[in-house]
């Protein structure tokens, strides 16, 4: 009884000890496994990692090239932060960008003054790690021929003429300001890029008149101020430009002529009164239909001043300076104000385009 008795005390603690392996044994393997599990939580997202390569701004869009470098994670999103005068973010989803592949994405630009753009990865409801990246200003992005913001004199890309100056205006920044009692202007040469397609092009420009003046007053009748003039001084005055009559916007193209001394001149008025010491937003397209003025972002009535056919102007194309504040003419007519954001466009334009441009100089 004693030996039977010693025997199956033996034995069950054979069995405890056999079940105790076990459970040691589970437990390591469990461990394993959560060890995996946790450390895979915790270094997903730091291998499922972007980079930004380059971001070209224009006026209109912005191009960001980003390449994920690493991990297979599925990217929900792309969240894009524009850091400028009046930072924004805009969400890319389904970006589609897999493991160690590079893509371009073009996103809506609603401010000024961009300094850099940053970019987090999004997987689900876990946010990557973000990267910033200085910009790069493209204008060819947006088909501009030419961006003046008067940040500097070296901005105009001209020259500054009878004391013209940049000055600090509490609303936008640094703006040109031109004085016609002193007859102010900026004088840029001709160059191919300031010759645009007669029907396919955008000239926008911010006013803001100062009263009074030698050709521009409240009282003023039939009185003109040249904002923004390409027109030769001889005729047939080839060219295009924007400028101001009797207080209100009238812009115009002039076509080549095959007839000498006979300009086909096709322009327009409007009648909504601008000549208020008040920031404006004016713009011309030309879209191969029609001429269309703006103003503040929106299409504006405005009346045909001749019976030219708007599909007789084929060729503006001159060798006339840009002129700025004036006709560069013998008929000069000087701007009295501030000129700011003046933007050329080799293209026409969409409204919606318009609207967007003005909202993010504004």
């Not at 006026?59 to 990217?75: C, E, F, H, S």
């Not at 030769?232 to 001394?261: A, E, F, K, V």
Request: proline residues 4%.
């Amino acid at each position: 009884m004693k030996k039977r008795g010693l025997s199956e005390v033996i034995t069950s603690l054979i069995i405890i000890l056999l079940v105790l392996v076990a459970i040691g044994i589970v437990w390591i393997v469990t461990k394993n496994i959560l060890n995996e599990s946790s450390e895979k939580i915790m270094i997903e997202p730091l291998t499922n990692d972007i980079k930004i390569d380059e971001a070209k701004v224009g006026l209109l869009t912005a191009n960001v090239k980003i390449t994920r470098t690493q991990g297979d994670a599925n990217m929900t999103s792309l969240k894009f932060v524009v850091n400028g005068k009046n930072p924004y973010t805009y969400e890319e989803k389904n970006p589609s960008l897999f493991q160690l592949e590079s893509k371009t994405y073009t996103i809506p630009i609603n401010t000024t003054d961009i300094t850099s753009i940053s970019v987090a990865p999004i997987f689900g409801k876990t946010i990557g790690i973000e990267k910033t990246k200085n910009i790069q200003l493209d204008y060819n992005t947006d088909s501009i021929s030419n961006y003046w913001n008067f940040n500097s004199e070296s901005n105009a890309k001209g020259a500054f003429m009878n004391g013209a100056k940049i000055i600090l205006d509490s609303e936008r920044g640094e703006v040109l300001s031109l004085d016609n009692n002193s007859q102010q202007w900026v004088n840029v040469l001709d160059e191919p890029t300031l010759n645009v397609p007669a029907q396919n092009f955008t000239l926008s420009v911010w006013i803001k008149t100062s009263f009074p003046g030698v050709h521009l007053t409240p009282t003023d009748t039939n009185t003109y101020a040249l904002i923004i003039s390409k027109f030769l001084d001889s005729s047939p005055h080839t060219g295009y430009g924007i400028w101001m009559q009797n207080g209100t916007m009238r812009i115009q193209i002039n076509n080549i002529s095959n007839n000498p001394g006979i300009s086909y001149n096709y322009n327009k008025f409007t009648n909504i009164y601008i000549n208020d010491s008040k920031w404006h937003f004016l713009a011309m397209v030309s879209n191969g239909t029609e001429l269309v003025p703006y103003i503040d972002g929106a299409e504006v009535i405005s009346t045909r001043v001749n019976n030219t056919a708007y599909s007789s102007i084929t060729n503006i194309s001159n060798s006339a300076p840009f002129c700025i504040g004036q006709r560069c003419s013998s008929r000069k007519y000087y701007f009295n104000g501030s000129i700011d954001d003046i933007s050329l466009f080799s293209r026409a334009l969409t409204p919606q385009e318009i609207q967007q441009l003005y909202n993010s100089q504004k």
